[in-house]
């Protein structure tokens, strides 16, 4: 795929640079309605080197900023959600994402929840690079959405059947789109062809993200048919829907299963028994802490019922 790709009949794919650390990009997608004006679909990270890419391909599209009809976010990262203040400034467009992760932006607006490192275990030496971790910003400058979504909704696109499928587990108000008529699924960070999703990384949530990414899981498995098209939020647009989401159930389940296995201990003594990628004592900083609540999130999930 080119930096700008147009998929299917009036839908356009634009990579979004990222901040060095990470992905290599994000994907934005351009939507035309019938009325020739665009839906952008999460329009990236907060730099100008992200907006300017994606004003580029509005500009290349024959459109102006005022033709952007609303912007909508899948999930409240800065990666997808960051630049949706200044395009708003720019474009006038309202912003629209799901209640709960309108809730979740309240929730942390005083700051990220402080890792309880006690009941992990953690051993005083490691606390200090943990607590630096935890305190890094995930969540973009946007404080208010201008509508909220809520599961089943059909957004406001004149010609299309754009419907909204409330996919909790990366976040707690993650969603995603179906294109009822032409086929396609808008998956954020839900489902990617290749990357594993992190689970639980939006802020509280009564339930357990795993829990409920299994259940997204099935429900955008459910979508998918000889024709769909499923547009992710990084890498590439791609088929095979349902063996993807197969894969990713069988990727955290493989893992709780692991979990499960270790009963007893703290979750610091959990983890530093289970297998990572590149080894437990190459966990430093922010890949750590990532390790140690994924671990707990699965300790949970395990002990809440018996694994299927
Ligand atoms: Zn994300
Ligand atoms: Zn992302």
């Given at each position: 795929m080119t930096a700008f790709a147009t998929l299917a009949g009036g839908v356009h794919a634009v990579r979004i640079p990222m901040p060095a650390?990470?992905?290599p990009f994000s994907l934005a997608y351009l939507i035309e309605d019938a009325r020739g004006r665009l839906l952008v679909v999460d329009p990236g990270s907060p730099t100008a080197e992200a907006q300017a890419a994606l004003m580029g391909a509005v500009d290349a599209l024959g459109?102006?900023?005022?033709?952007?009809?609303a912007i909508v976010l899948t999930h409240l990262h800065a990666d997808h959600a960051g630049g949706a203040e200044e395009l708003r400034r720019r474009t006038g467009a309202p912003v629209l994402l799901h209640r709960r992760e309108q809730e979740a932006l309240d929730a942390l607006a005083s700051g990220p929840p402080a890792p309880d490192l006690d009941a992990w275990g953690v051993p005083a030496e490691r606390r200090p690079e943990l607590q630096a971790a935890a305190?890094?910003?995930?969540?973009?400058?946007?404080?208010?959405?201008?509508g909220l979504l809520e599961d089943g909704d059909l957004l406001d696109v004149p010609g299309r059947r754009l419907r909204v499928l409330h996919t909790?587990?990366?976040?707690?108000?993650s969603v995603c789109l179906h294109d009822e008529d032409a086929g396609l699924v808008l998956s954020g960070d839900h489902v990617l062809p290749t990357v594993n999703t992190g689970l639980g990384l939006g802020g509280p949530s009564a339930s357990n993200p795993i829990a409920d990414y299994l259940a997204s899981l099935r429900r955008v498995a459910?979508?998918?048919?000889?024709?769909v098209q499923v547009l992710p939020g990084h890498e590439h647009p791609f088929t095979g829907l349902a063996d993807r989401c197969a894969v990713l159930a069988e990727h955290h389940l493989r893992r709780a299963r692991e979990v499960a296995?270790?009963?007893?201990?703290t979750v610091w003594e959990v983890a530093a028994s289970l297998t990572w990628t590149g080894g437990?004592?190459?966990?430093?900083g922010f890949t750590l802490l990532s390790a140690l609540s994924q671990t707990a999130l699965h300790r949970d999930f395990v002990a809440r019922a018996p694994l299927p």
């Open positions: 650390g990470g992905l459109r102006r900023p005022a033709d952007v009809a305190t890094a910003p995930v969540v973009p400058s946007l404080r208010r959405a201008d909790p587990g990366h976040t707690p108000g459910a979508l998918d048919g000889p024709d296995a270790h009963p007893g201990g437990w004592d190459a966990l430093r």
